[in-house]
């Protein structure tokens, strides 16, 4: 490191200093979501002046030189992770060495040394490759990190959030596509790569990918991380890509899994409910409902990387690039789905997923480093659909529908750090990422309507056929997402203290929206007793019977709008200060303290919601007991702040239309299967929730396309989503070769938004914090606005309640006499009366409530009746092992098992009351319906109906490298599921159709877990 004038070297602190002061106090930064993608080295030597340290990373040549202090410590901070040697010297002569010391992220490594003073030979060189301790006494977190070289080893599926369902408390949500941490919802983590935050920035469920392969480390964070990380109350999914070396390398690879060795997914049954059993109107009880055998898919998968030094020691260079394929088909409809759905019920479909990594490394010179990250990250689906003949099993040929759809994006990354001296370091990071989404259905007509009918709601002998061959959602033309920002970090060491300070800023844009084909949908209904009002809490107070028509026998229709379209915008910003305090040489104290603000923006760009001064105390400790790194035991305690992501803006403060007209008919249009002869059943004008100059149409959230006052949006002083935890373990290597842990944790979340329709507001609908008071600014009938304030009590609800406590046991064996092994326990209990952000238990089949932050639950007093119990999210007990054995240069067998318990079930049903102000569906804790041969409205609070069985999942590889290609040739085989268990992951809750009719789907399965799968890799590596 290069020597500096003790002047300037002061000057240089001081001014550090103050910039800090003044980022901690100022407004607004540079500044982006948190992630610490570096490590530490540290260690102790004997009291020697004149002492010093130097460490070098094997593959780039990178290296710091700092002076033993005056209690024989030194430290280096935010160093790259890779393979180190740390070298002690005693002046210029080398005293000692330690090779191969492996740098995870965020984490340290304690590198420490006997006394060079007692050395007899000062030019005879002690070296120690395998003397470093298992345990990372300088972390208070949680965490699991996986390398490379596991990812490559172990039989997991190449998949991010495939890796971290191996950390404890991690599972994988049955009713979104993303996991959950430690019974959150799962729109409630953090993805980054390279330290930028690649979470989905529309609904904060999932993440941009990016090539598997180019993944150097993964780390997955459950608890109780520190001041720089900030808006999650999940987990945090930390990625860090590849880099170039001084050493060129270059690889080929290609990954197939055929058709032919997948095993048949299950087919899914109609339930036997007791009421559609032989002899019924419609005798479905046990009968096919969806063919899933059909439903094969194969994948493959080609890549290559290179990388290597542009300029030895100085610039590197890192690419990698590959294309994904899944080709297959599959019945999108059901046995009871109308004539029109099983017109394009086959579906031959291909989606292509390229991908590209690339980054660049310069290390400018031992001060200053740069580092240039680019990745892409898009996937194209495009299927055909053809008719299907579910009593033949059998398809025409002729394509009667389709569609084409491209999302992803590409992500730019750029980062300086600068070792301005020993004890000062500043990082700055900026970037900007666009993901663009487009589908474009085949042979789309705007002229025609949606129609939706199934073999209950159609009338015998009349044609539901419909002239729209698409059946789904029409998005708006250049829907996309954007997001940019950066932060600054500075990190300063001065004594027994470690202090770090810095901002974060993103802006997320989205253009989004949506609508029904034509413009809206005609959707058929049928009730059993046509003499019973169809929602007479929604105003639809008439029956189907008196407005006529084939009403008379219990048939009706509506008409149905669903459509947004909103340009919105979220900036999430935050300033956090951190002291790591060494207090003994056993003993570390991290204090920190983030400042988070959210301002969330409507279509019009008006803020709707603000949250500003979010303190978030961060206090963690670490207490080596023996003093060797054999024994840790740390607690921390924290507080964790989360926005609401963009898609909340778009219904809940940009005009949305969702909107219901009821009719009964007379007939069907053979051409476009709307209905003919329309006779309006009967509503109650007056109604609060009755759209204004709609004819009749009634919005059960006040939804009649207009835009609301961004004042009216939300409640004052609008409190975010934020959860406090704790957390005690301890970590003890039993032997060298074996290291054991044990952890409890408590979360209890202390604060959620949600949207609430209440009818203490009068039909208004609200943003607000669920179980509290709140104050809201109300619109008069002059245009002017009164404040109110609503306790509680006053509002109808109960407090808030989402608990989550577990005992994390494992035993672990770091790679050592050729192989690796790892079993985890979890025990946790996961309880309350809201998920989080999400509705897990909406999910009739085709997943939970897509609106983030603004739910069904708190939207009436009666939906929350009975709704305190275990969550969807909850699973007792789970256990998970993975390991590998290198049995030689050219044998490796590895093995995974995941063992879990199942998911709480319920069962919902309408509100007692008919009259009741209410949704008029299958929404409420009571089963049963009040007709013969049910048992009437039981009261059944939620998770108090079973539990999904146990999953059981075991996977196994097999890996051969000849000698007689250097073992540079890799053939492998993974096995996924080997026993091929496939079991139900979840059910359709909702015991009923409409007041008088059960649900024919009550208790179906509506997914299982995947069938066995077999994976072929073949890789060259040069």
Request: proline share 5%.
């Amino acid at each position: 490191m290069k020597k500096f004038d003790r002047g300037v070297a002061q000057r240089l602190r001081r001014t550090a200093l103050v910039v800090a002061v003044g980022l901690s106090l100022a407004g607004p930064g540079l500044v982006l979501a948190q992630s610490n993608v570096t490590g530490s080295i540290f260690g102790t030597v004997s009291n020697v002046s004149g002492n010093k340290v130097t460490i070098r990373n094997r593959d780039t040549g990178f290296s710091r030189t700092v002076n033993v202090d005056a209690q024989g410590r030194y430290s280096f901070d935010s160093l790259p992770v890779g393979r180190y040697e740390v070298i002690l010297q005693n002046g210029d002569t080398v005293v000692s060495r330690r090779d191969d010391v492996n740098l995870q992220i965020s984490g340290g490594v304690n590198v420490s040394f006997g006394s060079a003073m007692n050395a007899t030979n000062l030019s005879a060189i002690s070296v120690a490759a395998n003397a470093l301790p298992a345990i990372d006494v300088s972390t208070v977190d949680t965490r699991t990190v996986f390398s490379s070289e596991q990812l490559q080893k172990l039989p997991v599926a190449r998949s991010v959030s495939a890796v971290a369902l191996l950390a404890p408390g991690v599972i994988q949500g049955s009713s979104y596509s993303a996991p959950s941490f430690g019974g959150s919802a799962a729109s409630e983590n953090a993805y980054y790569i390279n330290g930028y935050p690649v979470t989905n920035p529309l609904t904060s469920i999932g993440f941009s990918s990016l090539p598997f392969d180019a993944i150097d480390q993964e780390q997955v964070l459950t608890g109780g991380y520190g001041a720089e990380f900030g808006r999650s109350t999940g987990g945090v999914i930390n990625i860090v890509t590849k880099r170039g070396t001084n050493e060129w390398k270059a690889g080929v690879y290609t990954i197939w899994a055929p058709q032919s060795l997948r095993a048949d997914p299950k087919n899914i049954y109609f339930p036997h409910t007791g009421f559609y059993g032989p002899g019924s109107r419609t005798p479905t009880d046990g009968t096919l409902y969806l063919r899933r055998t059909d439903s094969q898919y194969w994948t493959s998968t080609v890549g290559a990387y290179a990388s290597g030094p542009l300029i030895k020691d100085r610039l590197f260079v890192y690419v990698d690039v590959e294309q994904n394929r899944q080709d297959g088909n599959s019945i999108r409809y059901y046995t009871n789905s109308s004539a029109a759905q099983l017109n394009q019920a086959w579906s031959d479909y291909l989606y292509k997923t390229p991908r590209w990594t690339a980054k660049i490394d310069w290390n400018i010179n031992d001060n200053n480093t740069i580092e240039l990250t680019g990745v892409s990250d898009k996937t194209t689906y495009n299927a055909s659909y053809y008719p299907y003949n579910y009593s033949a099993d059998t398809h025409a040929n002729n394509k009667t529908g389709g569609l084409y759809t491209k999302d992803g994006g590409d992500l730019y990354i750029g980062k300086y750090t600068g070792y301005v001296t020993d004890d000062l370091t500043i990082t700055a990071l900026y970037g900007t990422q666009k993901i663009n989404h487009v589908s474009t259905p085949w042979n789309y007509n705007p002229a025609c309507p949606y129609v939706s009918s199934n073999t209950q709601s159609q009338v015998p002998g009349l044609n539901y056929t419909s002239c729209q061959s698409y059946t789904g959602t029409v998005l708006i033309p250049g829907a996309h997402d954007k997001t940019y920002g950066g932060r600054f970090d500075i990190e300063y060491h001065i004594g027994d203290h470690d202090i770090r300070l810095g901002y974060d800023r993103q802006t997320a844009e989205s253009l989004t929206g949506s609508s029904y084909p034509g413009g809206y949908g005609w959707i058929y209904g049928y009730q059993a007793n046509p003499n019973q009002p169809i929602d007479a809490g929604h105003g639809v107070v008439g029956t189907p019977a008196e407005a006529g028509g084939y009403g008379t026998q219990g048939y009706y229709v509506y008409r149905y709008y669903s459509t947004q379209n909103a340009y919105v915008k979220t900036i999430q910003e935050a300033q956090y200060l951190e002291d790591r305090w060494q207090l003994t040489d056993r003993w570390l104290l991290s204090i920190g303290l983030r400042n988070e603000q959210f301002t969330n923006y409507n279509g019009d760009n008006k803020p709707y919601a603000r949250q500003r001064h979010q303190l978030a105390p961060r206090l963690g400790v670490s207490w080596d007991v023996f003093g060797d790194s054999t024994l840790k035991v740390f607690a921390n305690a924290g507080r964790y702040h989360l926005a609401m992501p963009n898609n909340v803006a778009v219904r809940a403060a940009s005009g949305s239309l969702i909107t219901s007209q009821y009719f009964t008919y007379t007939g069907v249009d053979p051409v476009t299967g709307a209905p003919t002869g329309l006779n309006p059943v009967r509503v109650d004008l007056n109604n609060q929730y009755v759209c204004p100059n709609s004819g009749g149409a009634v919005s059960t959230n006040i939804e009649c396309g207009t835009a609301p006052d961004p004042r009216t949006v939300a409640a004052k002083g609008l409190k975010s989503h934020f959860q406090d935890e704790y957390i005690l373990g301890a970590q003890y290597q039993l032997t060298p070769e074996y290291v054991f842990g044990a952890k409890g944790t408590v979360r209890k979340l202390r604060s959620a938004i949600d949207d609430t329709c209440t009818p203490a507001l009068s039909g208004a609908c609200f943003l607000f914090n669920p179980g509290k008071a709140n104050s809201f600014l109300e619109e008069q009938d002059d245009g002017t606005f009164v404040e109110r304030h609503y306790s509680n009590a006053e509002l109808g609800f109960p407090h808030l309640k989402r608990k989550y406590v577990a005992l994390d046991l494992f035993l672990e064996h770091p790679f050592a006499d050729k192989w690796y092994g790892k079993i985890d326990y979890t025990y946790s209990h996961n309880y309350g009366n809201t998920e989080g952000q999400l509705a897990s238990d909406l999910d009739t089949g085709a997943g939970g409530q897509a609106d983030v932050s603004v739910t069904q639950d708190w939207d009436l007093p009666q939906l929350m009746v009975g709704a305190n119990g275990s969550l969807p999210n909850d699973r007792r007990h789970q256990f998970r092992a993975f390991g590998y054995y290198q049995m030689s240069k050219e044998w490796r067998f590895g093995g995974t098992a995941m063992i879990m318990s199942g998911r709480p079930l319920s069962c919902t049903s309408f509100w007692p009351d008919p009259k009741a102000p209410v949704y008029n569906g299958s929404y409420y804790h009571y089963c049963g319906l009040p007709i013969p041969g049910s048992t009437g409205y039981v009261y059944t609070p939620r998770g108090t109906s079973g539990n999904t069985p146990w999953t059981h999942r075991y996977d196994l590889n097999v890996a051969y490298s000849p000698n007689w290609l250097d073992n540079k040739l890799t053939f492998q085989v993974d096995v996924f599921n080997v026993l091929n268990r496939q079991t139900p992951l979840y059910y359709n809750m909702r015991y009923a159709s409409n007041r008088s009719t059960v649900n024919p789907l009550y208790r179906r399965v509506l997914n299982y877990t995947d069938p066995r799968t077999v994976r072929f890799t073949m890789r060259y590596d040069f």
